[in-house]
């Protein structure tokens, strides 16, 4: 049973910074492809960024794309998403996502098998 656990959302003010963390707890996790997605009130879930199981090439969101980082730790079974410059239109429910062997449209949540629970972004101007 994959599970997916974030951590180290909250409440920031506008051009600040703040790290996500999405800890996963699978055996194999080199093998999946990790995505990050968010939703805000009122809004259907976006894509934020991704990251390759095999090629670790990263994907990003056109919103989020210079101030976000994606990265993982294969040793930690962890995926971060850095994130800087943080704007209000930044506040979400940030949600971790996972695929094993995945590598195809990673900006679709519906290519996903398995979600955290997700993590609130407050952005404050």
């Known amino acids: 049973q994959v599970q997916l656990v974030e951590s180290g959302g909250g409440l920031v003010q506008a051009g600040g910074s703040l790290r996500l963390s999405c800890a996963a707890s699978?055996?194999?996790?080199?093998?999946?492809?990790m995505g990050w997605f968010r939703q805000a009130p009122g809004k259907e879930r976006e894509f934020v960024a991704a990251?390759?199981?095999?090629?670790?090439?990263?994907y990003y969101g056109d919103v989020v794309k210079g101030r976000f980082t994606i990265s993982r730790d294969k040793a930690k079974n962890t995926v971060y998403l850095q994130m800087t410059s943080l704007k209000p239109e930044d506040t979400a429910v940030y949600y971790c996502?996972?695929?094993?062997?995945?590598?195809?449209?990673?900006?679709?949540?519906?290519?996903?098998?398995?979600w955290g629970q997700g993590t609130q972004v407050t952005v404050s101007s």
């Open positions: 990251i390759n199981w095999s090629s670790s090439n990263t």
């Open positions: 996502a996972a695929r094993q062997y995945y590598s195809g449209n990673y900006y679709s949540e519906y290519e996903y098998d398995y």
């Open positions: 699978i055996e194999t996790f080199s093998t999946y492809t």
